[in-house]
């Protein structure tokens, strides 16, 4: 028996469902249930009689693995697509966080400068902190973050990533999108 060294790669999934109690739940469980991980994780209605809601999932896993979740997630009622962005073509991913820096002095204003340049803005100010808000790809927060440390990093929250492919066509609204490779 051979084994291969296949190579784990994150996928980002984009998961169309019914807008009811529950889902969200099974969802999860299929995940938990088979010790898969998630990433990032994000969900909103997005129709205006709010009857659907859009699940974004980050994974991570080997070829084989990212196949079997996409599998397993279009069985489950009652979920209609199963994108994989990360397979389907170019794709546009955001993530918001808000980021609490307390300093004085030079290091407050330091802080002031670097988030000019990420373009965060201040939602918040007292006379000792600052809260700040951005947006922007998961790797753009990460650096902001790491560059506010040393400035007096208090708290962080993150939305996780919310994801939609490029160009005029929407994500099929049809049950069965996805087809295994």
């Not at 209605?45 to 991570?60: A, N, P």
């Not at 009622?77 to 966080?97: K, M, Y």
């Not at 002095?105 to 000019?116: K, M, N, Q, T």
């Not at 918040?124 to 947006?135: A, P, Y």
């Amino acid at each position: 028996m051979v084994i291969q060294n296949e190579q784990i790669t994150q996928h980002t999934m984009s998961v169309l469902v019914d807008n009811e109690s529950g889902v969200l739940a099974r969802v999860i469980g299929l995940f938990s249930g088979r010790g898969y991980n998630i990433d990032s994780l994000t969900v909103a209605e997005v129709d205006e009689g709010r009857t659907r809601s859009r699940i974004t999932i980050v994974t991570s896993g080997t070829p084989m693995i990212i196949e079997q979740i996409k599998a397993q997630l279009t069985r489950l009622v009652p979920i209609h697509t199963v994108t994989d962005l990360t397979q389907s073509g170019p794709f546009v991913g955001r993530e918001l966080a808000l980021v609490k820096v307390a300093s004085t002095g030079e290091r407050r204003v330091e802080s002031l400068r670097i988030a000019d340049i990420f373009r965060a803005r201040v939602v918040d100010s007292t006379h000792e902190s600052f809260i700040f808000e951005m947006t922007g790809s998961t790797e753009k927060i990460e650096a902001f973050i790491n560059l506010m440390r040393p400035l007096g990093l208090v708290d962080v929250a993150r939305t996780g990533i919310a994801a939609l492919s490029r160009g005029a066509e929407p994500l099929s609204s049809e049950r069965g999108n996805y087809e295994p490779a």
